[in-house]
């Protein structure tokens, strides 16, 4: 040992010492910070590196470069036992609202960055370790290091222009740097009209001297790299030893022990897939494995060394070498770019990624294609060394290493004039995704000719191992490297390479054609190589060099316009000005409090759940006491302890069950749930409580319901005209069908409760994370049989919600008050991800079936619509989320006969629920669809279709409401104005001449969204206002505030109505003891309902006030109030509002189900890679009509947040199920949301000027949902592109484009004789891996 042997964790964490005596190894970083030590500031959103919520920078001294290296971490992953030596700094230990926030945290609140604020910390401290490392990083270095941060809310564009201000560019552009960023190029503002939401100038200075020094106590002493660390936990040993001899003794003594050094396998693997690992080695600081040497064959890189390390080192040594020598290096670090993110690659090893042996590793195909030679070594039999071919993986998770040996570095290979390198990778979003399929491909010519010596292919994706193409790679050696060969290796890749249909993974055809698209991209540009050497006379047309330049990103530039309040508004009056959120500066600080942050209640116990493993089975026992026997277990709470009714639901009664008795109807059904003193334990003892089924046959799909007869309640009509007559009269008839995929909510904060039952006449106080308060106490209030004015839910904020936390809270928060109840102790529940994703339900998968009539002109005449959509198990919200969408199925189009018919379908999936939107957008796409239909058959583009469809001033809809004050025709005008449509409409036609296998698309969509709840006794809402003594005012409605600036919008509405500054009224929660009955906060209506309550209160507040004021004019606001209170007058009034004039009924098919409407515009350009299906969003326009803003800040957030969301919905995010009804997709690494990367390359949006609204607060217009809509216009862009990409293939005419258009659905429509190889296999010849809901 060179060191001592110490089994002491010493690390600093925001600057003080912390000494963990019995360090527990299976303790993360992040349980530490925020259960020992109270820093909740650092979130969980996955515990899967994921998500990036819980990023911390860590700090090391590095003895050797005698440098300080700072780098962001997920502390979800970072074992505790990893930190010896560390300085952790977490986003309180940067700045607070009480002591001055950091320039990172004030501007990222200032820029409007923060909405829910659960994921701010993370992508703060993200942000913070980039300055650290760098004061003034360039654009393109700022944009990617939020790779691994996640946010679900803002749409991303105001966090990147807060940051932007930090940038290189942004100072060398002096003032003008915001001024000019204006990505509108047809811009021409008129007088009145705002480009600034963010006041620049104030912002505080980045100064590098204010910032946390270095403990000099790690800096000063090697000890804490030199000692032999050994921690011993309650089931694993955790070693940390610093020489190599101790290594190979370790592992020789414990051969199935796990090396741990980036823990990003490993970890994943503890937590998700119960692996339990007794013996833990950290090799993190042996010099062997962690040193990096430059040899004449290449560079050799220590086992333990980071994927971010070798990066550096990769290109320093590009930049040191002549070309040719480090091809491979271009390749890897080309890989790397799209490898995880910084907080991953920071920490994640080499070696962890070769023996984890994935199949879908991206680095083991280039170091197979490149044979790249490893030296591994054991204590039995010395070192040896395997260069690394078609032999090293022996099988699933499988290498050529013993049990005993370990790897101790790996050599990167030069390569030479006639050796050419290439790396491809495919996912479903670029940045931190693992691939679909990936490959390295290496070929060595004969001196100076083009006749291949040796070609080497590497594949993952493809099998259960990264494998490699022997017989292509065989049959090839000795052929000229000409287009002969592309069409002879792809035969002998499609043999070489063959996937069953419906083999673990799925998108079988999608996968074989990626194996030749990447072999064709590598083709083209050796070939383009070889031509400018003059050592091949094929000549590449210029059509196809687009096909082989890597991704390439612009910085983002976007443009935010809206309307300044009137020049002679009170200063003080913020209503329409671009106020920031109010918990912003609290978000970006840690500071705001969900309930998860909450500090424990005394005796506090935590419930694990039991859950169904079935879709649908007959539950024949329950076996808990294995469960019961285990440490911290205090009881099994099921459907027998429940005291009053075990059933709810959310529209009808008796919908579902709180927990499962006989019958389980999807997986994830709640059964049962142990309570236990940790959630650990809890969790540990819920997997083992044995339940035996007998199973029964699910229904899944929407199709197999429609066969089965398997629906709730009975189609539901609403229609106009003569559909019949019509459609004989059309010139053309056509018939089509639509599916739109589900979508998981995603909040960042999960499904969170905190139940405390009082001890006095049933009394039970709750803490929920949900939208609808006053279901959970209801609910909650019958299961535990006591009145309703018993149970207190509380909620103060919530970390997003979406739709998702409308009803489904509640099957989460009752089970947890029946625990509370029964036990008379605080039950907590936060919902793992993995959890939530299984059991809470999604957005509506849809499924429509059409005839449309209409005329060569292109006027619809007549569409008749049958719609379907996927309720799961129990009924919920689906009937409304069917009357939205069947309301939305002319979106802005007059048709003059239409009939639109709903189903709703029961499957054996969990409930599906409200999502943002709610039917509508499924309603919407329906008839887009029909346009381009339309469009397509007669040849003509679909904006004419659309324009000459567009509603009018005046028109009647499909369910005879008049429009009034319609401003679709205006913000299409002023769309096709701004974003110049038909200029770069044949700029985009020229491009595609010019490129065969890039294609770019551009088009426009209108979105009509009609505002209120379609269930008219929800148009409703209260408010309370009290007036306290020293004048400050304690404002309370029925909206709980999920990121949407509910509190902040609702704060400026009172500041005018009771004419006193915003400064002078809070908002602390929502309680159903202070407004009751409240309706979900939810349908966009939060503002409108609620602020004429508050409006209401207020106004009863100064009509109580008048004479007071009479009395005393020049009195100030303190004055009056005082003089009131002397006086006797209540300082405390409620506020009542429910929407006049509205309310339809299906039986008579009369009424006006909306108070009016929402409008908006969107144009898109896209750009797909026609060989892999990869796309990009060039550029957006959005117009969109708020009425008069309430605050352009917020509205303009709630605009590109619901893009950016509905985004995923149409182009990226697809859940994966089984045929059996078992989820695959259940956290982010499987599911992929929109990151930062995704968003349009350009993001303008304008509010549309001089429009009023009569009909909600202040003239202002709903915009929760509206906006969402409008990212179709992404798809059908991307399905312009396609049929450019299709007509080059001779494939004319119309075509299905499923949504979500992932790059499966993209690459597989863009028709060509590389996907003509792979047919796709006949349904019902096999069993799909997943299927479509
Ligand atoms: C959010 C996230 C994103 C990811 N994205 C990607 C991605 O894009 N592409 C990709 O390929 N992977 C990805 N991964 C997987 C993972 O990050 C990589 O495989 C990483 O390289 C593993 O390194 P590690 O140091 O964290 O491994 P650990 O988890 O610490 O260890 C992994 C395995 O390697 C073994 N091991 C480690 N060192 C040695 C050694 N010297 N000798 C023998 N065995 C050893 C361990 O015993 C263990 O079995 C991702 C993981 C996460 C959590
Ligand atoms: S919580 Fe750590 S990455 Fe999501
Ligand atoms: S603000 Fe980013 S997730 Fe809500």
């Known amino acids: ?347 994640a090893a080499v070696a962890g990624n070769i023996i984890t042996a994935s199949p879908i590793s991206d680095l083991n195909p280039l170091f197979l294609a490149c044979g790249a030679v490893l030296e591994v070594q054991s204590k039995e039999s010395g070192r040896r060394q395997i260069t690394m071919d078609e032999k090293f993986f022996l099988g699933y998770r499988k290498t050529a290493l013993t049990s005993t040996e370990v790897v101790i570095n790996i050599l990167l290979p030069f390569t030479s004039k006639n050796e050419y390198f290439g790396g491809y990778k495919q996912a479903y979003r670029r940045e931190d995704d693992i691939a679909t399929v990936n490959s390295g491909i290496y070929v060595v010519f004969e001196d100076n000719s083009n006749v291949i010596k040796k070609l080497s292919l590497a594949y993952g994706g493809m099998a259960i191992t990264t494998i490699m193409p022997t017989r292509t790679m065989a049959a090839v050696v000795g052929r000229k490297w000409d287009d002969s060969l592309v069409m002879d290796i792809c035969r002998l890749l499609a043999d070489d390479l063959p996937l069953q249909p419906g083999s673990p993974g799925g998108m079988v055809e999608y996968r074989r054609t990626l194996t030749i698209s990447f072999f064709f991209k590598f083709y083209l540009s050796v070939q383009m190589q070889l031509q400018s050497m003059h050592l091949s006379k094929t000549k590449v047309p210029s059509y196809l060099h687009s096909a082989t330049a890597p991704f390439h990103r612009d910085p983002s530039k976007s443009t935010q316009i809206y309307q300044e309040v009137a020049s002679g508004q009170r200063e003080e009056d913020p209503v329409g000005r671009p106020i920031n959120h109010l918990s912003a500066m609290k978000q970006a600080t840690g500071e705001a409090v969900y309930i998860d942050d909450m500090p424990k209640f005394q005796n506090e116990l935590y419930m694990g759940f039991v859950m169904s493993k079935k879709a649908y089975a007959n539950i024949k026992s329950v076996d808990a006491s294995e469960a019961l026997s285990m440490p911290g277990v205090v009881d099994y709470i099921s459907h027998v302890d429940v005291p009053g009714k075990n059933t709810w639901g959310a529209a009808l009664p008796d919908d579902e069950e709180i927990f499962a008795t006989t019958q389980v ?241 029961r499957t054996n999936i969990s409930s599906n629920t409200a999502f943002r939107g709610f039917g509508g957008p499924q309603g919407m796409m329906v008839v887009e669809q029909c346009i381009t239909d339309v469009a397509y058959t007669l040849g003509v583009s679909p904006i004419k279709v659309r324009e000459l469809n567009l509603y009018q001033e005046g028109d009647r809809t499909h369910y005879g409401q008049l429009l009034e004050h319609c401003t679709v025709q205006r913000c299409w005008d002023e769309c096709l104005n701004q974003s110049d449509y038909f200029r770069r409409k044949k700029e985009v036609d020229i491009f595609n001449s010019e490129n065969r296998w890039k294609k770019r698309g551009i088009t426009i969509v209108p979105t009509k969204f009609g505002i209120a709840y379609t269930a008219l006794f929800l148009n409703q809402a209260g408010a309370l206002v009290h007036i306290y003594m020293d004048g400050s005012v304690l404002l309370t409605h029925a909206g709980v505030e999920m990121g949407q600036g509910l509190h902040t919008k609702m704060i400026q509405v009172a500041s005018r109505a009771l004419r006193i500054p915003a400064s002078k009224i809070h908002t602390s929660e929502v309680g159903t003891n202070t407004v009751p009955n409240t309706s979900p906060t939810a349908a966009s209506c939060g503002s409108d309902l609620n602020g004429m309550a508050v409006i209401n209160a207020c106004k009863t507040l100064l009509e109580r006030l008048e004479p007071i004021m009479l009395e005393n004019p020049k009195g100030t606001w303190e004055d009056w109030i005082k003089s009131a209170y002397i006086n006797r007058i209540s300082l405390s009034a409620t506020g009542f509002y429910k929407t006049p004039g509205i309310g339809y009924d299906f039986n008579t098919g009369k009424g006006r189900p909306f108070n009016y409407f929402t409008s908006g515009v969107a144009c898109s350009e896209v750009e797909i890679d026609c060989l892999t299906g990869d796309h990009q969003v060039l550029r957006t326009d959005i117009v969109m009509d708020v009425g008069v803003s309430l605050n352009p800040a917020i509205d303009i957030g709630q605009i590109e947040g619901g893009f950016t969301q509905g985004y995923g919905l149409m182009m990226m995010e697809q859940q994966k199920i089984s045929p059996k009804g078992i989820l695959y997709t259940r956290g982010p690494g499987n599911y992929k949301i929109p990151g930062f990367g995704d968003i349009p390359v350009q993001f303008n949006v304008t509010l549309l000027k001089g429009s009023v609204n009569e009909k909600a607060v202040y003239s202002s217009k709903a915009i929760g949902e509206p906006p969402l809509f409008l990212s179709s216009s992404v798809f059908f862009a991307a399905k312009d592109a396609i049929a450019s990409a299709r007509a080059d293939a001779g494939h004319h005419g119309n075509f299905i484009l499923p949504s979500p258009a992932t790059p499966e659905r993209v690459r597989m429509a863009c028709e060509d004789q590389f996907t003509d190889l792979f047919p796709k296999a006949k349904e019902g010849t096999f069993t799909p891996w997943f299927v479509e809901l």
């Open 1 to 347: 040992m060179t060191g001592d042997m110490s089994s002491e964790l010493v690390f600093y964490v925001n600057g003080i010492k912390v000494v963990e005596e019995n360090a527990e190894p299976e303790t993360t970083l992040l349980q530490f910070l925020r259960q020992k030590l109270g820093l909740t500031g650092t979130k969980l959103g996955c515990g899967e590196g994921g998500c990036g919520a819980c990023t911390v920078m860590v700090s090391r001294f590095d003895h050797y470069s005698k440098k300080i290296c700072h780098f962001s971490v997920n502390a979800c992953l970072a074992p505790l036992c990893s930190m010896h030596g560390m300085a952790v700094t977490t986003v309180e230990g940067i700045g607070s609202v009480k002591n001055g926030l950091h320039p990172v945290q004030e501007r990222l609140a200032k820029s409007h960055g923060s909405q829910c604020g659960f994921c701010t910390p993370g992508i703060i401290m993200s942000m913070y370790t980039l300055l650290r490392n760098d004061p003034q990083p360039t654009i393109e270095h700022m944009e990617k290091a939020f790779e691994g941060n996640l946010c679900r809310c803002t749409g991303y564009r105001p966090i990147l222009d807060g940051f932007r201000t930090f940038t290189k560019e942004y100072c060398a552009m002096g003032e003008n740097c915001c001024k000019n960023k204006n990505g509108n190029n047809n811009l021409q503002l008129e007088d009145g009209v705002g480009t600034d939401l963010v006041k620049t100038k104030a912002f505080l200075p980045l100064d590098a001297t204010q910032d946390p020094i270095f403990p000099p106590e790690l800096q000063n002493s090697t000890k804490f790299d030199t000692d032999y660390l050994i921690y011993r936990g309650e089931r694993v040993v955790w070693h940390r030893p610093t020489k190599l001899d101790e290594l190979l003794d370790l592992k020789s003594t414990y051969p199935d022990a796990r090396l741990v050094v980036g823990n990003t396998e490993i970890g994943v693997e503890m937590k998700f897939k119960n692996m339990k690992y007794p013996v833990m080695i950290a090799p993190t600081h042996i010099p062997e494995l962690v040193d990096i040497t430059h040899t004449d064959l290449g560079i050799r890189f220590g086992a333990s060394v980071t994927l971010s390390r070798i990066d550096q080192e990769l290109k320093e040594a590009i930049a040191k070498y002549s070309e040719p020598k480090t091809r491979v290096f271009t390749a890897v670090i080309e890989m790397l770019r799209w490898f995880a993110g910084y907080q991953i690659r920071n920490v």
């Open 665 to 905: 109807l999807c997986e994830g059904q709640i059964i049962g749930g142990i309570v236990a003193e940790t959630q650990i334990q809890a969790q540990r003892a819920a997997k083992c409580v044995k339940v035996e089924y007998e199973e029964l046959k699910p229904i899944i799909t929407i199709k197999e319901a429609i066969e089965a007869g398997s629906f709730f309640g009975s189609p539901q009509k609403i229609s106009c005209g003569d559909v019949e007559a019509a459609l004989q009269q059309a010139d053309h008839v056509i018939e089509g069908e639509c599916h739109v995929g589900g979508q998981e909510h995603f909040y960042l904060e999960t499904q969170a409760v905190i139940a405390i039952p009082k001890g006095e006449d049933g009394e039970m106080e709750m803490f929920i994370s949900t939208q609808n308060p006053t279901e959970s106490q209801h609910v909650t209030a019958e299961a535990l049989n006591v009145p309703a004015n018993r149970i207190v839910v509380r909620v103060k904020r919530i970390g997003g919600g979406f739709g998702g936390k409308e009803t489904r809270s509640v099957m989460i928060s009752t089970p947890v008050a029946i625990a509370a109840n029964k036990l008379g102790r605080p039950v907590r529940v936060m919902l793992d991800r993995d959890e939530d994703m299984l059991m809470t339900g999604t957005r509506h998968p849809f499924y429509a079936k059409y005839k449309i009539g209409f005329m060569d002109g292109g006027k619809i005449t007549a569409l008749e619509i049958n719609i379907y959509n996927n309720a799961g198990m129990s009924q919920d919200l689906s009937w409304a989320v069917m009357h939205r969408a069947m309301f939305h199925s002319d979106n802005a189009y007059k048709i003059p006969n239409l009939s639109t018919t709903g189903h709703v379908c």
